[in-house]
């Protein structure tokens, strides 16, 4: 299994402009999330997916849009991108609950708006 | 709103000196998470703990609930270059166990 993947890896985008951070798992898990990183800020959960179809706001939500039309993706668009949305972007997936409830996190995508 | 503390965001040991770092919620938590994210690397889930006053090791590390479960504690004996990373802890909103809030880390780094 290739766990949770993340591309690009790295991204430099002009203000304005827009993208979509994609993210994918294999392990069939139900809840998706999007964190952004930023130094010293710990994780803040952007977006969040409990299923296929089911998305909700985390804490950061503002500029950024999320669709789940599978269960394996979960991508983030950025329509209008802003230097404040410079940062580092993690997808994590999570199985349903009955055990651990760890989240499985991707490699990560470096975002610069420039 | 619900919040998790971690303080101080920075330690430096020497190698081989115990560690000890703390993370505390302003609520009672149903379970408390901990993270380990390498430089340049993304969180790995390390452990999980449920019930008060659960202790559980890892090789040299050793994490705790406390008994009103509002705060835990992860302590690392004889630390090695390799426990060099930032490491999060994280306990579920209340009222929403599929989200998690995380503390904003301690970075821990090894003089060898």
């Known amino acids: 299994n290739a766990g949770v993947t993340q591309t690009p890896k790295f991204r430099i985008l002009k203000i304005g402009q827009s993208m979509t951070l994609q993210c994918a798992q294999d392990?069939?898990?139900?809840?998706m999330y999007w964190y952004r990183q930023d130094p010293g800020m710990g994780l803040k959960l952007i977006y969040y997916?409990?299923?296929?179809?089911?998305?909700d706001k985390g804490e950061v939500p503002n500029g950024y849009n999320v669709s789940r039309s599978t269960t394996e993706d979960f991508p983030l668009r950025l329509e209008l991108a802003a230097p404040s949305q410079t940062s580092v972007y993690f997808c994590?997936?999570?199985?349903?609950?009955?055990?651990?409830?760890?989240?499985?996190f991707g490699p990560g995508t470096r975002l610069t708006v420039l | 709103g619900q919040q998790v503390m971690q303080i101080p965001q920075y330690q430096h040991v020497q190698e081989g000196e115990d560690f000890t770092t703390y993370c505390n919620s302003s609520?009672?938590?149903?379970?408390i998470q901990w993270y380990k994210q390498r430089p340049g690397g993304h969180p790995v889930f390390l452990i999980q703990?449920?019930?008060?006053?659960e202790v559980k090791k890892q090789k040299r590390l050793t994490f705790q609930f406390g008994e009103a479960k509002k705060n835990s504690s992860l302590h690392i004996t004889a630390t090695q270059t390799t426990d060099v990373g930032t490491y999060f802890c994280?306990?579920?909103?209340?009222?929403?166990?599929?989200?998690?809030?995380f503390g904003k880390g301690i970075t821990l780094s090894v003089r060898p």
């Open positions: 994590a997936s999570r199985g349903l609950a009955g055990g651990f409830n760890e989240q499985f």
């Open positions: 392990m069939n898990h139900n809840y």
């Open positions: 997916s409990v299923g296929a179809g089911i998305t």
């Open positions: 609520t009672t938590l149903s379970n």
């Open positions: 703990l449920v019930k008060s006053g």
């Open positions: 994280a306990g579920p909103l209340t009222g929403a166990n599929s989200k998690l809030t």
